[in-house]
Nanobody, 127 residues
Framework: QVQLQESGPGLVKPSQMLSLTCTVS??????????WGWIRQPPGKGYEWMGA???????YYSPSLKSRTSISRDTSKNQFSVQLSSVTPEDTAMYYC???????????????????WGQGTQVTVSS
């Protein structure tokens, strides 16, 4: 059974970088069936897809966050991570790592079906 687990600091200071890691167990992030991504939900707001990485290391980002977002992976640890630079209080949110099934002809995006989620980790941006 595949499980996702987020980890990282729960408090980040404004202007610094937010870094989170997702550890995947029960499945390999290098399989060509899935996209591995990040979704966040600010308090009182809807879900926002941040981006994803796929089996060959290709990355895809939300246009609104692309300039500040970097997704990477460590295949030896079966982990993938997200870094969000220059954070502000507007970046305070629950952050989830997620798995979505790759669809032929459709690049990973918010439109994907993300069938497996981690439990989420709260990140607060505050001084």
């Amino acid at each position: 059974q595949v499980q996702l687990q987020e980890s990282g600091p729960g408090l980040v200071k404004p202007s610094q970088m937010l870094s989170l890691t997702c550890t995947v167990s029960g499945g390999s992030i290098t399989t060509n069936d899935y996209a591995w991504g990040w979704i966040r939900q600010p308090p009182g707001k809807g879900y926002e897809w941040m981006g994803a990485i796929v089996y060959d290391g290709s990355t895809y980002y939300s246009p609104s966050l692309k300039s500040r977002t970097s997704i990477s992976r460590d295949t030896s640890k079966n982990q993938f991570s997200v870094q969000l630079s220059s954070v502000t209080p507007e970046d305070t949110a629950m952050y989830y790592c997620v798995r979505g099934t790759l669809r032929a002809g459709l690049a990973p995006s918010y439109e994907y079906e993300y069938d497996l989620w981690g439990q989420g980790t709260q990140v607060t941006v505050s001084s």
